[in-house]
């Protein structure tokens, strides 16, 4: 376990020592002794996280302050900038799903969830229980993310996949950072755009509008993150200018392009996911 130390943020961070067999998943471990006021940062893939630590995580938002453990949440949760996570002494192991398997491995479509969190409990019901435990029991990290990609696999095998038209234009949308005309997938599709658009919408959570902006969104807060300018950012992650991309960041997460690195949820992304693409 290495140690991240942002500002005041203080986290336990475990990667597993190969990347997961399933395309589409990557999986990191925490363990957090005094978790206050992270705020949760729009992000391309839907977050699994599965909570097993003696404390619970605490989310504070616009519907008020929900205990929660275990959750699921959509892709662009906390838009706005006003959810923040707190806890004592949490532990979990995150999971971040390309939308183009979270379907069938949650059993529910990410329309559905509306770029929203649910809980774990709501959707898989007992189950929930029952991988909270195996993970507490687990002797170490590797076994709790070798059972973890385990539990995913069984999920996502009894369950049909998304169209392969929508897991190309999705792919065309992450591969491209967001730089792709929306306009033109359909018919590289060979689909109609009415057909495109709302198969999409229904099985990725997102239209391909809005899925481009937060792919977009993410290259450049993490650039930002890096030491990047600002300017530099704007002129090659496809935003008009400096001012679209501060708007588009004040919009997405609250805080401007210059306050982006004070932000522990992107920082940590090197560290525990390192080398991998987030969006896909």
């Known amino acids: 376990m290495r140690t991240f130390v942002h500002g005041e943020a203080v986290w336990g961070v475990v990667c597993p020592r190969r990347p997961s067999r399933m395309a589409g998943v990557a999986m990191a471990g925490f363990r957090v002794r005094a978790l206050d006021a992270l705020r949760m940062v729009p992000h391309p893939a839907v977050t699994l996280l599965l909570d097993f630590g003696a404390g619970s995580p605490v989310l504070d938002g616009a519907a008020g302050r929900r205990h929660l453990g ?3 949440a959509g892709p662009g949760f906390g838009s706005g900038g006003a959810v923040w996570a707190r806890g004592e002494n949490v532990e979990c192991v995150q999971v971040r799903l390309s939308p183009v398997i979270a379907r069938a491995v949650l059993g529910v479509g990410l329309a559905e969830l509306d770029g929203a969190v649910v809980t774990l409990d709501d959707l898989w019901g007992r189950e929930a229980s029952r991988v909270r435990e195996r993970l507490a029991e687990a002797p170490s990290w590797e076994d709790r993310f070798a059972l973890t990609e385990a539990l995913l696999a069984r999920q996502h095998e009894a369950r049909a996949p998304v169209d392969p038209e929508v897991a190309w234009a999705w792919e065309r949308i992450a591969g491209s950072r967001g730089l792709v005309r929306v306009d033109g997938l359909a018919g590289e599709a060979g689909w ?44 090659d992650a496809g935003y008009a200018d400096q001012s679209h991309l501060h708007r588009e960041v004040m919009a997405y997460i609250g805080v401007t392009p210059t306050g982006v690195a004070g932000e522990p949820f992107l920082a940590v992304d090197d560290l525990a996911w390192p080398g991998l693409p987030l969006t896909r």
């Open 70 to 72: 275990s959750i699921v």
């Open 192 to 235: 109609s755009r009415k057909r495109l658009w709302s198969r999409f919408r229904s099985q990725l959570g997102l239209r391909p509008k809005q899925a481009v902006k937060l792919v977009r969104f993410d290259h450049a807060v993490h650039r930002l993150v890096a030491g990047e300018s600002a300017a530099r950012v704007a002129a």
